[in-house]
């Protein structure tokens, strides 16, 4: 199809606009800044959080606002990369139009150049000399070989001119950095998801919010063989394989099928004497029908294993199913007895307690817990496995708690710690469980299980005679009622309940007397409970306690004062578990860092050969006069002119000093 | 005809490159390749291949910058001396440090850093009396302590890579690796970069500019060793476990302290522009002159340009290595982007638009902002995988 002439004219013009807009040093410029900018925010605004967290933070309008302007992912919203297209094509443009330049400029020795135009160059010098002609330009040839130039002759009827040149690097140094830059923003982009991007566009990509295993995950969130860049991370436990690894994708994910199976052998972590993690390495097996035995090798931080174009990393570790054993004791039930209990760290269990249904969810097992430590002369302590679970109700609430397996030192007693909260934004509040003598928290339960024995504590407030000994006289019978209400209620609400509810009902002239008086009665039927159980366990008290057993029992009734606020009917003991780790791979596959490594290449040599290479000329003209052979020596360099300048003063004083002196 | 002849191979004296060295020059060669040997003989057991490399460049960039430079030898061989003694008087552990007098009080590597913390504020103070008083003298002083303070802050490093060593042959390392060794290595890097230009432009006006802002340095390391305790060895996190450790933070550190001195340059760029329209012998128009200060300026941009590639190119590399990608669009890695496009716009501008002087200079001294940004102020307000270093 043969266009008309005018048109073809006009679509000419309109491109060669379009190419001088694109390859203009104002778009450059403009282009860079925007980058920047664009960075910025990215950086200001965390980036891929759950949207959930988002809308909490900005409110339902801004999360759409925000969402709509890709913020949450900026550095792959559609408009990020379309500045780094935008600079891709002004930079390969301006290579397009100034490499040939640069190219015939390296070569070019400028020999046709005029005298007149040299003579405008502002390092220029003329001389007289009588020395014959072949000597001049022997000269001359000779200090700018010296300087490093290389030089060309040529001949004229009525001159000689010898033209040199340095520092052609630079020009080279141009093409090389501006075409690593095209380099790296191209393969950054096929590594980058601009590709998922376009599929999720034309809706052959969905990403899943689901927890389910891999193989679970339907087709339209799955990324097959065919994928060329990824990048995933999967927790393998020891002894087990994965075939498949998980995409972090917008607020969900996507799962990546893998050519090969990754079997994860052993993980371990080592240790610094202080405690902090000193490496994390995995021994892997690759299984893959294309090779003839599986192949093995371990991977650490900052060594991983490259295999059929991907790289396997180590990234982090999780538990991967460690086996526990514990004992759940009902709390605040009669005559209450652990029940065994097996669990695998990952699952939900149903739990009964006091005929009410319960979920368990057993979120982690950790070996090591270190803390900073009390004793000046240790930095850290080590202070044993802990286990981390949710307890569920069937109305679905939660509460997570953090029980240490082993008791820990607080001021001299030894504690079972248990920490609760309700959300993970939250801290741990810790539950202080003291430790009997028998090294466990048996006591404790038995002491609490006792007050809540209405049918004992009944028994032991009437023997407590409470009415003659410390209570102005009434009625027995309606006072021990109410001593029993009294200890029901710090049952509820510890002693700080018991002291808002008297505030409540107690007129306020004699309130602080009536108070303490209460509470030195609950704390004697406290005691006395105290004593009983201990005396039901074998001790004899007839003799006072030790300080022990008496620190026991004050830290038993704060522990027992806090079970409101701990609220589980429950305290799960952990009493042994098998370890099982998880190994926490990333795999990349990123075809496009066979362009971005050589870019990078590129990018440092160009940019040291434009610094320090500057490309420098200089001429000497040899012309016939009257007076002799006339001389003119001119130097010019397209950068750092003041260093120039005074190189040229130092050649042309040798041209002086050899010619003229 | 042959006067010519002669008189040109006078002034070309074609010897040979090796024999144009001096006496002196072969000395050095000899001192660092043995010193190379020394290193490698006993410690070879703790290096890997790629540590034998940056050993073996380390010897040749010795060699070359102490010919290039001759106070470096100097410098160099006083570090060495006072490590290797202090390093001697280590015997029995780190407890040594209390009790050893030279260790209590010169050179162990906490006190080595606040005898140089001393000197550069000491220093700043000289190039201002010689600034304002025009003194010869006091000029010279503060440059002798410059070069003291440079090489208490080396001999500290030095000494605090083999304290890491006593805390535990695991624990140990090179001091590059958080906010308190790097902010000691800025001051270094720095100083040496300023003393280079002072003896190229033969002109200490600079100095207070330049050492105004080591001081700065220098005060932030005070506030956060006392404050927050940051001296203390550390040992590394498993992903910092690398020899690429030895070479990107460095790199990066060049390009710091070469962004610094260009907004010292431009800031001194402003005061001289300014007294231009002044009387002509005010103290200001000691600086140099607007047209070498806007070299200046853009000579260490450029230096700085380089090294930050080649250190960003380097993080890259190592990224890929440790966290599994060349480039994760982590908060520290976004702003050493940010910093780069900002100084590659500058560099534009003034090349390919021709611009000079005040706008430039500018802009030079914001790149300082958004480059401290970068360097300090990711660790403080953004985290990422980065945080090695948080206040
Ligand atoms: C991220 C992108 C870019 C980087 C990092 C970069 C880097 C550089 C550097 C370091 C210089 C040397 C400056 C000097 O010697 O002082 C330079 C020069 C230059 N750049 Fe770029 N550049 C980029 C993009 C562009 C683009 C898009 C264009 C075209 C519009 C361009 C055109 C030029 C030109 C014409 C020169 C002058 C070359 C000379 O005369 O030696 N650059 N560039």
Not at chain 1, 79 to 91: A, D, G, K
Not at chain 2, 74 to 94: C, D, E, H, K, P
Not at chain 2, 117 to 132: D, I, K, N, Q, R
């Amino acid at each position: 199809m043969d266009l008309p002439k005018e048109t073809t004219s006009k679509l000419a013009k309109k491109i060669t606009i379009w190419v001088r807009f694109l390859g203009s040093m104002n778009l450059a410029i403009t282009l860079l800044l925007a980058l920047s900018i664009a960075s910025v925010v990215g950086t200001v605004l965390q980036q891929n959080q759950g949207y959930t967290d988002y809308i909490i933070k900005f409110g339902p309008f801004w999360f759409e606002a925000f969402k709509l302007m890709g913020l949450y992912d900026v550095y792959s919203s559609s408009w990020f990369l379309f500045i780094l297209l935008c600079l891709v094509s002004s930079t390969t443009v301006c290579i397009y139009r100034t490499a040939p330049v640069m190219l015939r400029g390296m070569r070019d020795y400028r020999q046709n150049v005029q005298l007149r135009t040299l003579q405008q160059y502002p390092d220029c010098t003329k001389w007289v000399v009588q020395q014959p002609v072949g000597d001049v330009r022997n000269v001359a040839q000779s200090i700018l070989s010296h300087h490093g130039f290389s030089a060309r002759f040529k001949e004229e009827k009525d001159h000689q001119l010898i033209s040199g040149m340095k520092g052609r690097g630079s020009r080279l140094g141009y093409i090389l950095a501006h075409l690593a830059i095209v380099f790296i923003c191209v393969g950054g982009l096929i590594d980058g998801n601009a590709i998922l991007k376009a599929r999720e566009l034309m809706g052959l990509l969905e990403p899943e919010h689901r927890n389910l295993p891999a193989n679970k995950v339907p087709a339209i969130s799955r990324l097959g063989l065919d994928n060329m860049a990824f990048r995933g991370s999967v927790s393998v436990p020891e002894g087990s394989q994965t075939d498949a690894l998980f995409i972090n994708y917008k607020d969900g994910y996507l799962v990546q099928n893998l050519p090969f199976t990754i079997e994860v052998k052993d993980f371990r972590i080592e240790h610094y004497d202080s405690g902090q993690p000193k490496s994390f390495e995995s021994d892997l097996l690759i299984h893959d029908a294309r090779l003839a035995a599986p192949m093995t090798q371990t991977i650490s931080v900052n060594h991983p294993l490259i295999y059929d174009g991907h790289a396997i990393y180590q990234a982090s570790f999780a538990d991967g199913g460690s086996e526990l054993e514990l004992r759940a004791w009902p709390l605040g039930v009669v005559n209450s007895k652990a029940a065994k209990l097996q669990s695998i760290v990952g699952e939900v269990a149903p739990l009964v307690v006091s005929e009410q249904q319960w979920s368990l969810e057993m979120d982690d097992f950790r070996l090591f817990n270190i803390m900073p430590s009390e004793d000046p002369a240790k930095k850290f302590n080590n202070v044993g496995p802990s286990v981390t679970f949710k307890l569920r109700s069937k109305t679905g609430e939660a509460r997570e708690y953090f029980n240490y397996m082993l008791p820990i030192d607080r001021d001299g007693h030894l504690y079972y710690l248990s920490g609760v909260r309700e959300s993970p934004a939250d801290d741990f509040r810790y539950l202080y469980i003291p430790m009997d003598d028998e090294g466990g928290v048996g006591r404790f339960v038995t002491f609490l299980g006792f007050l809540n024995d209405t049918e004992k504590m009944q028994k032991l407030i009437t023997k407590l005679k409470l009415t003659e000994n410390v209570l102005p006289a009434k009625e027995a019978g309606q006072v021990n009622e109410a001593m029993l209400k009294l200890v029901q209620l710090f049952l509820k609400s510890g002693f700080e309940g018991v002291e808002a509810q008297l505030k409540k009902n107690v007129p306020l002239d004699d309130q602080q007397p009536v108070i303490t008086l209460y509470i030195q009665v609950l704390q004697k039927i406290l005691a006395a409970a105290y004593m009983d159980v201990l005396t039901a366990q074998g001790h004899d008290v007839s003799q006072g306690l030790d300080p022990g057993k008496a620190g026991f029992f004050t830290a038993a009734t704060v522990a027992i004062g806090a079970l409101e606020r701990y609220g589980s009917p429950v305290y799960l003991q952990l009493d042994s578990f098998t370890h099982r780790q998880a190994s926490g791979l990333q795999i990349a596959k990123a075809p496009g860092k066979n362009l971005v490594y050589p870019g990078c290449a590129m990018l440092i040599v160009g940019i040291f050969l434009m610094f320090y290479a500057p490309q420098k000329r200089l001429w000497v003209w040899l012309q016939k006069t009257d007076k002799g052979l006339e001389l003119t020596l001119v130097g010019q360099s397209s950068k750092n002119k003041m260093d120039f300048s005074k190189q040229y003063q130092d050649i042309s004083a040798q041209f002086e000093r050899v010619l003229i002196s | 005809m042959n006067n010519t002849k002669t008189a040109l191979e006078l002034e070309l004296d074609k010897k040979p490159f090796w024999k144009k060295l001096s006496l002196f020059d072969a000395a050095w060669a000899v001192i660092v390749v043995l010193a190379g040997f020394y290193t490698y003989a006993n410690y070879a057991a703790l290096m890997d291949g790629y540590e034998i490399i940056i050993l073996i460049s380390t010897v040749i960039s010795l060699i070359l910058s102490g010919w290039a430079w001759k106070p470096v030898r100097v410098m160099v061989l006083t570090v060495a001396g006072l490590s290797l003694f202090a390093i001697s008087r280590y015997t029995t552990g780190l407890m040594d440090a209390e009790t050893d007098f030279f260790l209590r009080f010169l050179f162990s590597s906490q006190s080595g850093i606040m005898w140089m913390s001393a000197l550069y504020v000491l220093a700043t103070l000289a190039y201002l009396v010689a600034f304002v008083a025009r003194s010869e003298f006091t000029g010279a002083l503060a440059t002798a302590l410059t070069w003291s303070a440079t090489t208490m802050g080396l001999t500290g490093l030095m000494v605090r890579w083999r304290e890491s060593y006593l805390v535990g042959v695991d624990v140990g390392h090179i001091p590059v690796s958080n906010l308190y060794e790097v902010f000691i290595l800025f001051s270094i890097i720095t100083a040496l970069l300023y003393l280079f230009y002072e003896r190229k432009y033969q002109t200490r006006a600079l100095g207070v500019f330049v050492l105004f802002i080591i001081s700065g340095a220098v005060a932030f390391l005070l506030w956060y060793a006392f404050e927050r305790d940051a001296a203390d060895i550390q040992p590394l996190v498993p992903a910092l476990k690398s020899y690429w450790m030895k070479i990107h933070v460095p790199a990066n550190f060049v390009g710091y302290g070469a962004f610094a001195l260009a907004a010292m340059v431009a800031v001194a760029y402003f005061a001289r522009a300014r007294a231009e329209r002044g009387p002509a012998d005010g103290v200001l128009m000691t600086l140099p002159s607007l047209e070498v200060l806007d070299d200046l300026m853009y000579k260490s941009i450029a230096l700085g340009f380089a090294f930050f590639t080649l250190a960003t190119v380097l993080g890259a590399l190592w990224a890929a290595e440790a966290w599994g990608g060349y480039w994760s669009w982590d908060p520290k890695e976004t702003w050493a982007l940010i910093v780069w496009l900002n100084y590659a716009a500058w560099l534009h501008m003034r090349l390919t638009k021709g611009w000079r002087g005040k706008p430039m200079a500018a802009w030079a001294i914001i790149g300082l902002f958004v480059t401290l940004f970068a360097f300090l102020g990711v660790n403080m307000f953004l985290s990422g995988l980065h945080s090695y270093g948080e206040l």
